[in-house]
Structures are given as C-alpha cells and as structure tokens.
C-alpha cells in the first residue's frame, strides 16, 4: 500500500470515529433532554391534581369548623366525612412529597447531559491537541503516527466516558417503592 493510501486511511478513520463519537454522545444528550421533559411534566401535573385535591379537602374541612365556630353541631356524616379528610389530606401530602422526588431522577438526567457535554468537550480538545503537534513540513510517517496516537486517545476517552454514564436513572426509599427509568 503506497504512503498516500496509509495515510488517506488514517485520516479516513479518524475522521469517521470523530463523527461517530460526536453523533453517538449528541444523541444521547438528546434523549437525556427529552427524558427529563417528560419526567418534568408527569412530576408538574402530579403536583397540580394533589395540591388541587389537598386545597379541595381543606375547604371541606373548613366548612365543618366554621359551622363548629358558629356554634352549630356537625351531623355524624359531617364528622365522619372530617375524619376521613384527614387520611385523604395525608395521602395526598405523601403522593404530591413522591412527584417532588422526580426532581432527583431530573437531576441526575441533567448531571449525566452535563458529562456527556463535558467529555464531548474533552473528546474534541484531545483533537485540537494532538492536531497542533502536526507540522506543515511533517513526513508521511510522523503523521500515520500522529494520527495513530490520536485515534488511540480518542478510542481511550470514548471509553471511559461511556463507562463513567450510567443508563438508568433511578430514585430509591420513596414512600410508593423503588422506580428506575430509562
């Protein structure tokens, strides 16, 4: 194989693991975005129907003390109705606490976009680096190296940062039980 070909191969090479690696980390940061999204909403929408229920068992409630107030008797169904009002209000307390905790699970989807930035950041510096140390008067065989080293390093930093992100983002000891996404 004539220099120019080995060469041409090499750049070849890096070039498609550059835009391989780019595309593959920009999806994900993508699909991180849209996951976080919809755990935003789910989580808003959850909050809004609890608060809504809590504020509608308040009022209930504040029927009943204000006849109380007023000196009047509660009927037995008023009173039962009150005291099974406070177990709903508890319920929903604790179901509005577990929408909240979706803000971990967002969170860790935003710290796992912001890695993935990071390491695309570094992955693209390695590139500007090790491009530098070409010079415009280096031989055929110093860049086959020079492009040898730098498809290693970047082989190496997709690596690690792949293995550094985890999967699943997962929020565990809420009161409903353990839940793992994605």
Do not use: C, W
């Amino acid at each position: 194989m004539t220099r120019k070909k080995i060469l041409g191969s090499h750049v070849k090479r890096l070039l498609s693991g550059v835009s391989d690696h780019g595309s593959r980390h920009l999806t994900e940061v993508e699909t991180d975005l849209v996951q976080t999204g919809f755990l935003l909403e789910e989580a808003i929408a959850k909050l809004s129907t609890n608060f809504m229920a809590i504020h509608a068992a308040v009022s209930a409630q504040q029927e009943t003390i204000d006849l109380l107030l007023a000196g009047g008797a509660p009927t037995p169904e008023a009173g039962a109705r009150l005291a099974a009002m406070q177990g709903e209000v508890g319920t929903y307390v604790n179901a509005a606490i577990t929408s909240m905790q979706f803000q971990d699970m967002t969170s860790q989807l935003i710290d796992r976009t912001l890695k993935r930035v990071t390491g695309l950041r570094e992955f693209l510096g390695t590139l500007s680096s090790h491009g530098a140390e070409m010079l415009p008067e280096s031989d055929n065989d110093e860049i086959v190296e020079l492009l040898g080293k730098v498809s290693m390093a970047l082989a190496i930093q997709s690596l690690e940062l792949r293995s550094v992100l985890r999967k699943a983002v997962s929020q565990q000891h809420l009161e409903s039980g353990d839940i793992e996404l994605f």
